[in-house]
């Protein structure tokens, strides 16, 4: 099955279905989706609340699964592994953006992306030399000792985009991550995106109903009722 | 990193781990402190015995420890003195005659143990001379009696009073010597004072008709810990006729006392052990459900259980080692000001006394009392974390951080 996948392709989800049982009422949150996203892609889940697309965007990111379906990530059969074996994915193939930043109120914003690659084992010397060139990179090389709680929510946003690319992932999720940003903010870290995805190839998968997202997106699914309802290339 | 996000963590919290720094210190001051009075107490009841009368070794003829009787004594101590000549480098040596009588003045009487001593040497084997509350301590060969406090009050005596020691003889004629009170002693052991009277050895000797006849040889290592040694040397070197005791064979019922609160002991350390458990459940199990939603991310960007449960224990091992360090400075504090002052428990001297206690314990810090906190504290710190770490292992990422 894996070798039907072609090498271009980063992320198969096959037939998933998605029930949630709600005091013992059965929810379809997903009902049967099927997509491929690709290498290099810059991908957008849209569509209203209560869509699917948080939970669409989970199971690809393997931190839920799939009641049916198969989910493929770089050729991989994720929903079958075990918990073990998903953390190790997740940290070697898949950054997250989250809407609400996310990032450990303990550590300062360095060491929020050090954390990363500490926990891949990169040497501490190595850790602090690829953090500080990435927020130098990504516009907040000043921000170096600053803790979360001393950052605006943009800077905060910018400092998750440098966590989740710090292990050169192969996938990029990012849930509504525009959601807690000004329209000004929001369009300076989708440039910052952009530029990641064409200049390193990192392939990009969000979810959000922001038109400044979707406006952006090469490619744009439309989640109506836990199905696509549209698969649009090269909007 | 991950012993620096542990600590960053403690310090988050500072009035949630300040208290549980405070819980594990006062657990490890109960632990040093108790443990240090207590043997104490011990060491303080087993010196005053030994002190005040057993010595470290005594030498007695065969039988006379099951059946102390005049008939027991020691005929011919020649051969006694000989070796024990040959240990006059490594301990000091008295010799005692001791049989059961009567003390009776004027106006009562009471059953007693009449020690006959030899002055002299016996200060150097035993402390009696130093519990002399009033007048003085007995001369060689006189007619002079030693009384203790309560038996003088019982007999209505005073210093310079006359009184009657009678005592059985060997042939079982009754043999009795007037005797005038020199001194009164007072010792921590009441029950030991009301028991016993002191004598010149001429003086016993010649009451009981028996010139050359001893009950017992008390030896005092000069270095206590060679006690062992010197009696397996005296007794090699004795026929088997003659039994050599240390004060284990002689105060066998405080020597067990001390090897049962040796063994005890562990039950007042696992109820602190236990009490802290719970505590350390609970703070621990509050932090992991505030961090619920940390948790789920950390777990979503790819740290892996294990990492989530060693952070948490990481977290809970620093809280118990800042608490045992704290705990023992204080516990320090407390206990070296004590241990050269001691603890004047006057207010129950009664029953101190009556347990052989003086009123002023003196704490002894054993290493034994260090190394179990030092284990115990921490160790039960990282059990007590194991169980909110499990816990924490558990969760679910994206429902942890759907968690506010």
């Known amino acids: 099955m894996e070798n039907k996948h072609i090498a271009s392709e980063i992320v198969r989800v096959e037939n998933v279905r998605k029930t949630y049982h709600d005091n013992g009422v059965p929810v379809d949150a997903l009902r049967g989706i099927n997509l491929v996203v690709s290498q290099k892609d810059f991908s957008v889940i849209a569509g209203p609340s209560g869509s699917g697309k948080t939970t669409l965007l989970n199971i690809i990111g393997t931190l839920d699964k799939p009641t049916e379906g198969k989910i493929f990530l770089d050729g991989e059969e994720v929903a079958s592994k075990n918990r073990r074996e998903l953390a190790d994915i997740r940290l070697k193939k898949i950054g997250f953006v989250f809407q609400a930043y996310n990032l450990s109120p303990v550590l300062n914003a360095l060491e929020n992306i ?120 090269n909007v | 990193m ?67 009787s005049l008939k027991n004594s020691i005929a011919d101590a020649g051969l006694i003195r000989a070796v024990l000549a040959k240990e006059q480098s490594s301990c000091n040596v008295s010799e005692r005659l001791r049989t059961l009588g009567l003390v009776s003045s004027a106006s009562n009487s009471a059953g007693v143990a009449i020690v006959g001593i030899i002055p002299g040497e016996e200060k150097k084997v035993t402390t009696i001379h130093k519990y002399i509350v009033k007048g003085n301590y007995l001369s060689e060969n006189t007619d002079e009696i030693l009384l203790s406090t309560a038996t003088a009050e019982k007999l209505r005596v005073e210093l310079g009073d006359k009184v009657v020691i009678m005592a059985s003889r060997l042939d079982g004629s009754v043999g009795s010597e007037a005797c005038r009170v020199a001194g009164i002693f007072e010792t921590y052991d009441s029950g030991f004072d009301q028991t016993h009277v002191y004598i010149p050895l001429r003086t016993a000797q010649q009451m009981l008709g028996v010139p050359d006849r001893i009950s017992e040889f008390v030896i005092n290592p000069y270095d206590t810990k060679q006690t062992d040694l010197i009696a397996l040397r005296l007794a090699s070197a004795l026929p088997h006729d003659d039994e050599v005791l240390t004060y284990k064979h002689m105060l066998p019922v405080l020597v067990m006392q001390i090897q049962v609160y040796d063994e005890t002991i562990y039950i007042f350390y696992a109820i602190i052990a236990f009490a802290l458990l719970f505590g350390i459940i609970n703070t621990m199990l509050m932090a992991v459900m505030e961090r619920t939603h940390e948790f789920g991310v950390d777990m979503a960007i790819g740290m892996s259980n294990k990492r989530i449960f060693t952070m948490i224990l990481t977290e809970a091992i620093y809280l118990g080692i800042i608490g045992t360090a704290v705990g023992i400075a204080v516990s320090c504090a407390i206990f070296i000001p004590l241990s050269h002052s001691g603890w004047n428990l006057a207010t129950f001297s009664e029953s101190l006394n009556s347990l052989g206690i003086g009123t002023t314990i003196y704490p002894i810090l054993t290493a034994s009392s260090l190394i179990n906190t030092v284990l115990i504290i921490p160790i039960s710190a990282t059990i007590g974390a194991m169980y909110p770490a499990l816990r924490a292992m558990k969760l679910q990422p994206v429902e942890a951080i759907r968690t506010v």
């Open chain 2, 2 to 68: 991950t012993s620096k996000i542990a600590w960053r963590n403690i310090l988050r919290n500072k009035r949630r781990s300040l208290i549980l720094i405070i819980s594990i210190m006062i657990g490890v001051i109960a632990m040093i402190l108790t443990d240090a009075f207590s043997v104490g107490m011990m060491q303080q009841m087993l010196t005053n015995q030994i002190g005040a009368d057993a010595g470290y070794i005594q030498i007695h003829k065969s039988g006379y420890q099951a059946n102390p």
């Open chain 1, 114 to 233: 050090e954390f990363t690659m500490m926990l891949r084992g990169i040497p501490a010397d190595e850790r602090k030399r690829r953090g500080l060139t990435l927020m130098e990179q990504l516009g907040i090389g000043e921000l170096a000792d600053k803790r979360p709680n001393e950052m605006s929510g943009g800077q905060q946003q910018r400092v998750a985009v440098a966590r989740a690319i710090s292990n050169d992932p192969r996938l990029v999720l990012a849930d509504e991550p525009t959601a807690n940003l000004d329209s000004a903010t929001a369009a300076k870290l989708l440039d910052l995106m952009e530029q990641l995805n064409h200049e390193s190839g990192i392939t990009f998968v969000f979810s959000s109903h922001d038109p400044q997202v979707i406006e952006r997106a090469h490619r744009l699914f439309i989640l109506k009722d836990g199905q696509i309802i549209s698969d649009k290339k």
